[in-house]
C-alpha cells in the first residue's frame, strides 16, 4: 500500500527556516515525481515545488523561488523541502504528493491529481 507521511512543519518566526521531509512506503520513489502543495485557509490549495522522477528535474513556484529547495533521498525513499526565510504568506499545510512518471521541469510543476497524498503537516510563520 502506497503511503506518504509527511513531517517537519512548526511555528516559526519570519524569517526563520524548516525542514520538510515526505517519506514513501509501500513503493519506492525513483520513478515518481514527488509534488509540494499548501493550503492556507480560505485559500485553494496551490503547488509549491517538484522534483521529477528522472535526472531530478524541479519545479519552484514563483512565491518561493530563491527561498526553498527540493531535493530526494532515493535510498532512505524520502524528499525534503529545505525552506528558508518563511514569511507569514508561507502558513498552510503542506502536502506532498507522489504520481508516476511525472516529469516536473522550471515550467512544469507538481500534478494536482497525483494518485498517493500525505495527511499533510502544518507550518505557521509568525512572530
Known amino acids: 500500500q502506497l503511503q506518504l507521511v509527511e513531517s517537519g512543519g512548526g511555528l516559526v518566526q519570519p524569517g526563520g527556516s524548516l525542514r520538510l521531509s515526505c517519506a514513501a512506503s509501500?513503493?519506492?520513489?525513483?520513478?515518481?515525481?514527488i509534488g509540494w502543495f499548501r493550503q492556507a485557509p480560505g485559500k485553494e490549495r496551490e503547488g509549491v515545488s517538484c522534483?521529477?522522477?528522472?535526472?531530478?528535474?524541479?519545479y519552484y513556484a514563483d512565491s518561493v523561488k530563491g527561498r526553498f529547495t527540493i531535493s530526494r533521498d532515493n535510498a532512505k525513499n524520502t524528499v525534503y523541502l529545505q525552506m528558508n526565510s518563511l514569511r507569514p504568506e508561507d502558513t498552510g499545510l503542506y502536502y506532498c504528493?507522489?504520481?508516476?512518471?511525472?516529469?516536473?521541469?522550471?515550467?512544469?510543476?507538481?500534478?494536482?491529481?497525483?494518485?498517493?497524498w500525505g495527511q499533510g503537516t502544518q507550518v505557521t510563520v509568525s512572530s
Open positions: 522534483i521529477s522522477s528522472n535526472r531530478g528535474g524541479t
Open positions: 509501500g513503493f519506492t520513489l525513483d520513478t515518481y515525481a
Open positions: 504528493a507522489a504520481e508516476a512518471y511525472y516529469f516536473c521541469s522550471e515550467y512544469i510543476g507538481p500534478y494536482l491529481g497525483s494518485s498517493s
